[in-house]
């Protein structure tokens, strides 16, 4: 399967962005989706998973939880990532990945990556 993140952008403090992820390629299920981001000068971190039935969602301890959502449609192979709220904090490279292992946590979980999307959040 191949990713396909789009939906980055420059938006002030406090906007919102949807961004998605576009799956082509073998069969879309049964990959937990993972959005990752990684900002100038830092490792890329894990921000949040959806399992591949959607029913089961995974935050990092940063302080996304409460202004993003991740959701999935499996019958479009598409996963999004919804963020409310943003902060200048959230400026980064996003990116969307897919993995089979029982851990989502660390990059190298993640089996297949998107290439990435621009988030740029100005204050």
């Known amino acids: 399967v191949q990713l396909q993140a789009s939906g980055g952008g420059l938006v002030q403090a406090g906007g919102s962005l949807r961004l998605s992820c576009a799956a082509n390629g073998r069969p879309f299920s049964p990959y937990a989706m993972g959005w990752f981001r990684q900002a100038p000068g830092k490792e890329r971190e894990f921000v949040t998973t959806i399992t591949w039935l959607g029913g089961s969602t995974y935050f990092a301890a940063h302080s996304v939880q409460g202004r993003f959502t991740i959701s999935r449609d499996n019958t479009k192979n598409m996963v999004y990532l919804q963020m409310n709220n943003l902060r200048p904090e959230d400026t980064a490279v996003y990116y969307c990945?897919?993995?089979?292992?029982?851990?989502?946590?660390?990059?190298?979980?993640?089996?297949?990556w998107g290439q990435g999307t621009l988030v740029t959040v100005s204050s």
């Open positions: 990945a897919a993995t089979t292992s029982s851990s989502w946590i660390t990059p190298i979980e993640y089996s297949i």
